[in-house]
C-alpha cells in the first residue's frame, strides 16, 4: 500500500427544467466540450452546497466564510471583555492589519458602521472569540499607537486564523499575509456539465398587479420578463485526497473515514437552490459510483467527449449509464487495476449494470458505509511498516 490513496465520486444526476448557477447576466453556465455546447454547473456552486449540507445535517463543525470577522471581533471585545467601541475597532484594525487584510476605520462617532477587511477569511465560527481572547491578553501592546509586535506576539494574535475542522480540511484555504494560515484542501470538484448537448429555454412569463385588477381599470400585466432555463442529465465528479485529509485530521484514520462517509452522502444529497422557487427540480441520481485509488484520481469525463445521443423513446440516461460504465472498462484496460483498490455503484437502472463500475449496492447507506470502511482500512493499511 503507498502513502497515497484517493477516493473518487462519479454521478449521473438528471435535472429537469431549471436555472441551478447563472452567470452575471442570468444565463444558465454553460461550457463547450467535444464541440458541443453543453449545460454546466460550477465547481464552487456545488461545492458549497455540499458544505453547507455537511454544516447543517453532520457534526463535523461549522466554517464561516465572511469580510465581517473584524465586526464580530470588535463585538466580542466590547461585550466580553470590557473594550470601549473606539478601543475594539483600533484593536481590529491593528491586528487584521498584520494578517493582511485592510480594515477601513468608521467615520469618528458612528457605531453603526460595520467593520470589514477588505477580503474574504474562511475559518471556524469561533474564531471571533479566539480573536478577541488573543487581543485582551496583549491589551495595552495593541492599543499603543506606535504598535509593532514580534513574531511571537504576532504569531498570538492571529493564531485564530490558524484553526480548522474538518470542514475546512476538505474546503482548503488560503490567505496570502499568512502562509501557515493556508490548508490545502483534500477536496477536489470537478465543473458539472451535460453529458449531452444541451440548449437554453426561454420563459416568458408576466406578473400581475393585483389592485389594478381589483380596481379594475386597467387591462395587462403589472411586469413582463424572459427568464432562461436549461435541463440535461449532469455527469458530477469529486475525489477526496485520503493521505491528505488524514494528515489534517492529526492522523486519526478513524477520524477521516467519518468525514468521507459523511462527504458521500452530503455530495449526493446536496444540491445549488438557484432558482429553486421558479422551477422546484429537487431531483436525485439515478447512478452513484465510488472508486478507491492508490494511485491518483480518474476523472471519467472522457466518456462524454462525444455527447451521447437520446434514445429511441427519449431520454439520456440509460445512454450516459451505458457511456460511463464503458469508460470505467476502457480504463480498466488500458491502465489495468493494480491501482484500484476496490469500486462500488448505486443505480436504479438495473438492466444497465455491469462489473466496470465495481460491486453494486441497494443503498445510498451501503455505499456510504463501504466508503467509510475502505477508506479506514486503506488509511490504516498505508501506516502499518
Same mark, same amino acid.
Given at each position: 500500500?503507498?502513502?497515497?490513496? @484517493?477516493?473518487?465520486?462519479?454521478?449521473?444526476?438528471? $435535472?429537469?427544467?431549471?436555472?441551478?448557477?447563472?452567470?452575471?447576466? /442570468?444565463?444558465?453556465?454553460?461550457?463547450?466540450?467535444?464541440?458541443?455546447?453543453?449545460?454546466?454547473?460550477?465547481? =464552487?456552486?456545488?461545492?458549497?452546497?455540499?458544505?453547507?449540507?455537511?454544516?447543517?445535517?453532520?457534526? &463535523?463543525?461549522?466554517?464561516?466564510?465572511?469580510?465581517?470577522?473584524?465586526?464580530?471581533?470588535?463585538?466580542?471585545?466590547?461585550?466580553?471583555?470590557?473594550?470601549?467601541?473606539?478601543?475594539?475597532?483600533?484593536?481590529?484594525?491593528?491586528? @487584521?492589519?498584520?494578517?493582511?487584510?485592510?480594515?477601513?476605520?468608521?467615520?469618528?462617532?458612528?457605531?453603526?458602521?460595520?467593520?470589514?477587511?477588505?477580503?474574504?477569511?474562511?475559518?471556524?465560527?469561533?474564531?471571533?472569540?479566539?480573536?478577541?481572547?488573543?487581543?485582551?491578553?496583549?491589551?495595552?501592546? !495593541?492599543?499603543?499607537?506606535?504598535?509593532?509586535?514580534?513574531?511571537?506576539?504576532?504569531?498570538?494574535?492571529?493564531?485564530?486564523?490558524?484553526?480548522?475542522?474538518?470542514?475546512?480540511?476538505?474546503?482548503?484555504?488560503? &490567505?496570502?499575509?499568512?502562509?501557515?494560515?493556508?490548508?490545502? /484542501?483534500? &477536496? =477536489?470538484?470537478?465543473?458539472?456539465?451535460?453529458?449531452?448537448?444541451?440548449?437554453?429555454?426561454?420563459?416568458?412569463?408576466?406578473?400581475?398587479?393585483?389592485?389594478?385588477?381589483?380596481?379594475?381599470?386597467?387591462?395587462?400585466?403589472?411586469?413582463?420578463? !424572459?427568464?432562461?432555463?436549461?435541463?440535461?442529465?449532469?455527469?458530477?465528479?469529486?475525489?477526496?485526497?485520503?493521505?491528505?485529509? $488524514?494528515?489534517?485530521?492529526?492522523?486519526?484514520?478513524?477520524? %477521516?473515514?467519518? $468525514?468521507?462517509?459523511?462527504?458521500?452522502?452530503? @455530495?449526493?444529497?446536496?444540491?445549488?437552490?438557484?432558482?429553486?422557487?421558479?422551477?422546484?427540480?429537487?431531483?436525485?441520481?439515478? &447512478?452513484?459510483?465510488?472508486?478507491?485509488?492508490?494511485?491518483?484520481?480518474?476523472?471519467?469525463?472522457?466518456? @462524454?467527449?462525444?455527447?451521447?445521443?437520446?434514445?429511441?423513446?427519449? /431520454?439520456?440516461?440509460?445512454?450516459?449509464?451505458?457511456?460511463?460504465?464503458?469508460?470505467?472498462?476502457?480504463?480498466?484496460?488500458?491502465?489495468?487495476?493494480? +491501482?484500484?483498490?476496490?469500486?462500488?455503484?448505486?443505480?436504479?437502472?438495473?438492466?444497465?449494470?455491469? +462489473?466496470?463500475?465495481?460491486?453494486?449496492?441497494? /443503498?445510498?447507506?451501503?455505499? !456510504?458505509?463501504?466508503?467509510?470502511?475502505?477508506? %479506514?482500512?486503506?488509511?490504516?493499511?498505508?501506516?502499518?511498516?
Amino acid at each position: 500500500m503507498t502513502n497515497a490513496a @484517493f477516493l473518487d465520486v462519479h454521478i449521473l444526476h438528471a $435535472v429537469p427544467f431549471s436555472n441551478l448557477n447563472r452567470d452575471n447576466l /442570468g444565463t444558465p453556465k454553460q461550457m463547450v466540450y467535444g464541440g458541443a455546447t453543453r449545460a454546466r454547473i460550477s465547481s =464552487q456552486c456545488t461545492k458549497r452546497a455540499t458544505r453547507l449540507w455537511l454544516e447543517q445535517n453532520t457534526d &463535523l463543525g461549522t466554517a464561516l466564510r465572511t469580510r465581517r470577522l473584524p465586526q464580530l471581533v470588535r463585538e466580542v471585545l466590547a461585550s466580553e471583555h470590557g473594550f470601549s467601541d473606539e478601543e475594539a475597532v483600533t484593536a481590529a484594525v491593528a491586528v @487584521f492589519g498584520l494578517a493582511g487584510i485592510k480594515v477601513s476605520r468608521p467615520d469618528d462617532g458612528d457605531e453603526n458602521t460595520e467593520l470589514q477587511g477588505d477580503q474574504l477569511t474562511f475559518t471556524t465560527t469561533e474564531a471571533a472569540s479566539v480573536f478577541a481572547r488573543a487581543i485582551a491578553a496583549h491589551r495595552e501592546e !495593541v492599543l499603543n499607537e506606535g504598535f509593532k509586535p514580534n513574531g511571537g506576539t504576532k504569531a498570538a494574535l492571529c493564531s485564530a486564523l490558524e484553526a480548522h475542522n474538518p470542514i475546512i480540511a476538505l474546503c482548503g484555504r488560503m &490567505l496570502a499575509a499568512l502562509p501557515k494560515t493556508n490548508v490545502d /484542501g483534500a &477536496l =477536489q470538484v470537478a465543473h458539472a456539465f451535460t453529458t449531452h448537448t444541451s440548449t437554453l429555454e426561454l420563459d416568458y412569463f408576466t406578473a400581475v398587479d393585483d389592485q389594478v385588477q381589483a380596481d379594475d381599470d386597467e387591462t395587462g400585466a403589472g411586469h413582463i420578463n !424572459v427568464g432562461e432555463y436549461t435541463s440535461g442529465v449532469f455527469y458530477r465528479h469529486a475525489t477526496v485526497g485520503l493521505r491528505q485529509l $488524514v494528515e489534517l485530521l492529526d492522523e486519526s484514520a478513524a477520524d %477521516a473515514a467519518e $468525514v468521507v462517509g459523511s462527504f458521500v452522502k452530503a @455530495f449526493v444529497l446536496a444540491e445549488p437552490t438557484g432558482k429553486q422557487n421558479s422551477a422546484n427540480a429537487h431531483t436525485r441520481p439515478d &447512478l452513484v459510483a465510488i472508486t478507491l485509488r492508490s494511485d491518483r484520481p480518474v476523472s471519467f469525463a472522457s466518456a @462524454f467527449e462525444q455527447p451521447t445521443e437520446r434514445g429511441r423513446h427519449g /431520454g439520456y440516461m440509460t445512454a450516459s449509464i451505458v457511456a460511463l460504465q464503458e469508460r470505467a472498462a476502457i480504463e480498466n484496460r488500458m491502465y489495468g487495476t493494480e +491501482g484500484l483498490l476496490d469500486s462500488w455503484h448505486l443505480t436504479s437502472a438495473h438492466e444497465t449494470a455491469s +462489473g466496470s463500475l465495481g460491486e453494486p449496492v441497494d /443503498g445510498l447507506d451501503d455505499l !456510504v458505509r463501504n466508503a467509510r470502511q475502505s477508506t %479506514a482500512l486503506a488509511l490504516e493499511s498505508s501506516n502499518t511498516p
